[in-house]
């Protein structure tokens, strides 16, 4: 059974920080690709960042220069770092896998994280 548990979303002031969580289970962690999506109230989901199993990173515009993708594959997490934080990053933050070694791709989702920044 496929598990991905997102952690570490809570309420915080404009400029501060934060760091997410992903830990899944039931995949072969290293071989996926990982990604952050979020999703604010009335606006469809856009994905923030993104990390190959190689660990090539791509991100949205309005955070690069904030954010920080990363992973660990001994623990099989992984992680966003977000500094900097304004208001417009409020929203539900959802992981990602994504195995492209299979056909269809296997795709899956955690039950998302609340982040909510206050000005």
């Known amino acids: 059974q496929v598990q991905l548990v997102e952690s570490g979303g809570v309420l915080v002031q404009a400029g501060g920080s934060l760091r997410l969580s992903c830990a899944a289970s039931?995949?072969?962690?290293?071989?996926?690709?990982m990604g952050w999506y979020r999703q604010a109230p009335g606006k469809p989901r856009e994905l923030v960042a993104g990390?190959?199993?190689?660990?090539?990173?791509n991100y949205v515009d309005s955070v690069k220069g904030r954010f920080t993708i990363s992973r660990d594959n001994a623990k099989n997490t992984v992680y966003l770092q977000m500094n900097s934080l304004k208001p417009e990053d409020t929203a539900v933050y959802y992981c990602?896998?994504?195995?492209?070694?299979?056909?269809?791709?296997?795709?899956?989702w955690g039950q998302g994280t609340q982040v909510t920044v206050s000005s």
């Open positions: 990390i190959t199993s190689g660990g090539s990173t």
């Open positions: 990602n896998s994504n195995n492209p070694y299979v056909s269809p791709r296997a795709v899956y």
């Open positions: 039931g995949i072969i962690f290293r071989i996926n690709a």
